[in-house]
C-alpha cells in the first residue's frame, strides 16, 4: 500500500491531473508544507500516467537547490525508485533501492516501497530480503508493542513469504496476531487463491468472495487515513507568546504542563475509544494568526483551535501517535517516550 495515495486516489471519477495541479498551487501557498503537499501532488500524476512529471516533482524535492531541505529523503527517493521502475528505468531504479536498502532507514516507509516495487516486479527473494531487513531493524524479535505504520512491513512480508512457500516464522505469528482483517493471513496470501476464480464449486467462490471483501476491507482501512485525528500541541515559548497576545485563551491552557497532560490523556481516550490514526499537530503563533484571518476571526476564538489542528493535519504535519517507547517523547522533553509521556 503506497502510503502517499489518498482516499480519494482510489475513485475512477478523479482528475488526477487536476488535483495535482491544485495541490502545487497549494504548495505555493504553503511552502513551509510543500513537502507533503508535492508528493500527494506527484502521486496523483502517477495515477494519470504522468510518470515523467511526477519524477520531477521527487527531483525538486531533492534538488540542493531547493527552498527548504527534503524532511524525508529516503522516503522520496523510495517513492522515485518506484515511479522510475514503472516506466523502464530500471536500472536507475535499482540503484536507487540498493542505496535505500543500505542508509537503513528509520521510518517504515521507505521500505515498504522499495519491497513492493521489489515483489511487483517479482524480484520475489529480493523483496524479501528487504522485508527481513527492515522487521531486523524495527521489530526485533520480542517485539510486542508494533506501532500502526510498520503492520505493512509485516504483512508485505508474510505475503511474500507465502509466494516463496517459506514456513511460518516469529514475524509471521506477529502479523497474525495484528492483523484486524476477519480472514486470516494465510488465506489473504494464499497462492494458489487464483485457482478458485475459476472453479464451479458454489462453496469455494463463496470462500473466495468473503476473502476478497476483507481484502477490500484492509486497503478501505488504510486508504481512509489520509491524516489522522490530530490533537493540538504548542510548545512552552509558543504557548506563552499565545497567552500573552491573546489571554482570553487562558483558560483553554491554564499551564503548559496542564497542556501536555491533557494532549496525552486526549490521545489515550480516544484510542480506547476505538479512535484509529490519531496524532500530533504543533502550533505556531503566526501561522495560527493567519488561519484566523483566513476564517475572518478572531484568534481569541477558542472554537478555531480544533479547526486549526485538522487543517495542519490535512496540510501533512501532523505526527502519528503514539511513538514507540524506545522513540523520542513528542512533547520535545529529549527523553523517551516510554519514560516520559508514555509511562504507565
Keep these: 500500500m503506497r502510503p502517499d495515495k489518498s482516499a480519494a486516489a482510489d475513485h475512477a471519477d478523479v482528475d488526477h491531473i487536476a488535483e495535482a495541479a491544485r495541490l ?13 503537499l508535492l508528493l500527494q501532488a506527484a502521486a496523483h500524476l502517477e495515477l494519470a500516467g504522468a510518470r515523467d512529471r511526477a519524477t520531477t516533482l521527487y527531483d525538486r524535492l531533492l534538488s540542493p537547490d531547493a527552498e527548504r531541505p527534503a524532511a524525508s529523503p529516503l522516503l522520496i527517493r523510495a517513492l522515485k525508485a ?25 521510518d517504515p516507509a521507505p521500505w515498504v516501497i522499495v519491497a513492493e516495487s521489489l515483489e511487483s516486479h517479482d524480484e520475489l ?12 531493524l524495527l521489530l526485533p524479535p520480542g517485539t510486542t508493542d508494533v506501532p500502526y505504520a510498520t503492520h505493512p512491513i509485516l504483512f508485505g ?61 484492509s486497503y478501505r482501512e488504510a486508504l481512509s487515513r489520509p491524516f489522522p485525528v490530530a490533537i493540538l500541541h504548542w510548545s512552552e515559548p509558543e504557548l506563552t507568546e499565545l497567552l500573552t497576545a491573546y489571554p482570553g485563551l487562558s483558560t483553554e491552557y491554564p499551564s503548559h504542563e496542564a497542556h501536555l497532560s491533557t494532549i496525552e490523556e486526549s490521545l489515550r481516550e480516544l484510542s480506547a475509544s476505538g479512535t484509529p490514526n490519531l496524532g ?54 529529549g527523553r523517551a517516550y516510554g519514560e516520559c509521556h508514555g509511562a504507565s
Excluded at 24 to 35: S, V
Excluded at 125 to 136: D, L, P, V
Aim: glycine share 6%; proline share 7%; charged share 25%.
Design 157 to 217: 512480508r508474510h505475503r511474500v513469504r507465502r509466494l516463496l512457500g517459506a514456513d511460518h516464522d516469529e514475524w509471521d505469528a506477529l502479523a497474525d496476531r495484528v492483523s484486524s482483517a476477519p480472514v486470516s493471513l494465510d488465506e489473504l496470501h494464499d497462492p494458489k487463491r487464483i485457482w478458485s476464480l475459476g472453479s464451479e464449486n458454489p462453496a469455494e467462490l463463496r470462500a473466495e468472495i468473503t476473502r476478497i471483501q476483507a481484502e477490500l476491507g
Design 280 to 333: 500530533i499537530v504543533t502550533g505556531t503563533v503566526p501561522s495560527y494568526e493567519a488561519f484566523a484571518a483566513s476564517e475572518s476571526s478572531s484568534p481569541e476564538d477558542a472554537s478555531l483551535l480544533p479547526q486549526y489542528a485538522t487543517t495542519l493535519a490535512a496540510r501533512g504535519r501532523a505526527t502519528s501517535w503514539p511513538p514507540e517507547r524506545s522513540a523520542g517523547c513528542w512533547c520535545g522533553s
Design 125 to 136: 527473494e529480493q523483496a524479501h530480503e528487504t522485508f527481513t531487513e527492515a522487521a531486523t
Design 82 to 106: 518506484s515511479n522510475l521502475w514503472e516506466y523502464d528505468h530500471e536500472a536507475e531504479a535499482r540503484a536507487i533501492i540498493d542505496g535505500i536498502r543500505g542508509a537503513a532507514p528509520g
Design 24 to 36: 502545487e498551487r497549494t504548495a505555493g501557498l504553503y511552502p513551509e508544507d510543500a513537502e507533503p
